[in-house]
Nanobody, 122 residues
Framework: QVQLVESGGGLVQAGGSLRLSCAASGRSLSDYVMGWFRQAPGKEREFVAGISRAGQSTSYADSVKGRFTISRDNAKNTLYLQMNSLQSEDAAVYYC???????????????WGQGTQVTVSS
């Protein structure tokens, strides 16, 4: 069993940056493919970024490519999402997840965090 806890969300002006963290306990994160997802009010949860077990392979939604960077520190059992040039459409609750066969398979993740709110003011 893995417990995931996100942090780092908050209010930021458009064009600003935030760094989200996802701390894990229970098992080593190095066992899992991991991803970041987000859900805005009235919308479905969507894939944002994913990373392989060792961190050598990453993938991104087209909407965040070039602005967001996913990374992991398996020694610290922590996943990160660096978000730059934030836009109003990036406002959402952001979730980390662990355990899918490939990063984009949202329905296949075994473990989810509780989410952290990102609000972008214009």
């Amino acid at each position: 069993q893995v417990q995931l806890v996100e942090s780092g969300g908050g209010l930021v002006q458009a064009g600003g940056s935030l760094r989200l963290s996802c701390a894990a306990s229970g098992r080593s994160l190095s066992d899992y493919v991991m991803g970041w997802f987000r859900q805005a009010p009235g919308k479905e949860r969507e894939f944002v970024a994913g990373i392989s077990r060792a961190g050598q392979s990453t993938s991104y939604a087209d909407s965040v490519k070039g602005r967001f960077t996913i990374s992991r520190d398996n020694a610290k059992n922590t996943l990160y999402l660096q978000m730059n040039s934030l836009q109003s459409e990036d406002a959402a609750v952001y979730y980390c997840a662990a355990g899918a066969p490939t990063p984009q398979m949202i329905g296949q993740y075994k473990y989810w965090g509780q989410g952290t709110q990102v609000t972008v003011s214009s």
